[in-house]
């Protein structure tokens, strides 16, 4: 029962990933990005505050952007530049967990604009859990990206549950 409570807790907080830590330009050439993601705790828990590490790795030709990541699930995503500073991503995670009924696949499209450093990231999560029971939330982040590092503040919606926040950063380091 604990692990089911944590599963959806972390679903809840909405870490698949909670994490955007991607500028709003496509990388040239790869990337492997090394971070994490604090959030506040559910009540039941001893911990006011829960964190998640994160994985990525992205490669591109500075349009295109194919990326991988992992928070609570591995997630391929693409980004496609529309503008400078304007890029459209989506992608697709996969939640594995010890109950197959919380198992979910759920695919994300957002936007990512920016200009000298700091980006916005207005995002829509969509799935459905093995179980049978759709998904939905909508994600606000707020980010600083520079010198080879990344910081950035995040607000989800939906879910069924209270508003939770998250607040990430990452090392980028190319590769």
């Known amino acids: 029962m604990r692990i089911l409570v944590f599963l959806l807790s972390l679903l809840l907080a909405g870490c698949f990933p909670a994490a955007v830590l991607r500028s709003p330009e496509p990388v040239r050439g790869a990337e492997l990005s090394l971070g994490g993601s604090l959030f506040p705790a559910p009540a039941s828990s001893r911990y006011p505050v829960w964190g998640l590490p994160y994985l990525g790795y992205a490669w591109g030709d500075g349009s295109t952007e194919f990326n991988l990541s992992a928070q609570i699930g591995p997630r391929f995503g693409v980004k496609q530049a529309l503008a400078p500073g304007f890029s459209l991503d989506a992608g697709l995670t996969l939640i594995l967990s010890p109950r197959p009924s919380v198992d979910a696949l759920i695919l994300d499209v957002g936007l990512l604009a920016g200009a000298g450093g700091l980006y916005v990231s207005p995002r829509v999560h969509a799935g459905i859990t093995t179980g049978g029971s759709p998904v939905g939330f909508y994600q606000a982040t707020l980010g600083y990206r520079g010198g080879g590092f990344s910081l950035e503040g995040g ?9 939770q926040f998250n607040l990430s950063g990452a090392l980028h380091l190319g590769l």
Request: no cysteine; net charge neutral; charged share 0%.
């Open 155 to 163: 607000v989800l919606l939906g879910g069924g549950g209270p508003v």
